[in-house]
């Protein structure tokens, strides 16, 4: 897997935590707003960045992935030289690791309710036109059913994410990654729908992927 991430902090001051292990947190890649990218962890080393978390049944997100920090405090879009650059970096890993889309993953989609990163204003359909993340397409307009919770909650854990996770979280989740501007309404029918397609077109429960 790759977990995407920002920082919050500059550039120096990433580095200068990124790099410390007494912050105990880490990544094998920084990738600053201009686009230079700094490889800090080599690939095959466990990095510190994705912290308690789950995917599709592995809790050690930290030993089964590569973790890409962007210089970024969360409010603001990302530069496209910076997404340039990001693009470049996952191609290559994706090649090299023969990682679906699937396995591009936001911080927020391994650690629901804890963290929120890469958030709203991360391009994901950028990175989709490249072939690497998922793009959902299917959202019905319509009234959300009277079982739709059971088959919202069901939907997502086939897709991989964290069974243990309260609806209402893993709605603003799944938002943050495929409909951030819905944030804040009522569960809708498109919710579902596109929940649906996901793990309809991507289930990963019992699907370990190999490290990395």
Known sequence: MVILHY???DEAESLERLCDPAHEVSAHYLIAEDGRVAQLVEEDRRAWHA???YWAGERDVNSR???????ND???????????????????????YALS??????????????????????PWEQLALSGLAVSLNHAAKGTW?????????????????????EFDTLLDVFRLRFRPQAL?????LADLTLAEELADRHPAIDRRAPVV
Do not use: C, M, W
């Not at 992935?65 to 210089?71: A, F």
């Not at 969360?74 to 090299?96: H, K, M, N, T, Y």
């Open 7 to 9: 920082t919050v902090l």
């Open 65 to 71: 992935s590569i973790g890409i920090e962007l210089v």
């Open 101 to 122: 889309p699937d396995r591009i993953l936001g911080h927020s989609d391994v650690a629901p309710g804890r963290k929120g990163d890469p958030g709203p204003l991360f």
């Open 184 to 188: 804040g309404d009522g569960p809708s």
């Open 145 to 165: 059913p009277g079982n739709g919770r059971a088959r919202f909650l069901a939907a997502l854990i086939r897709a991989g994410y964290d069974p243990d996770t």
């Open 74 to 96: 969360g409010s603001a879009s990302f530069p496209d030289a910076q997404i340039v650059a990001l693009i470049e970096l996952l191609l290559d890993i994706s090649a090299r």
């Open 51 to 53: 912290g308690r978390s």
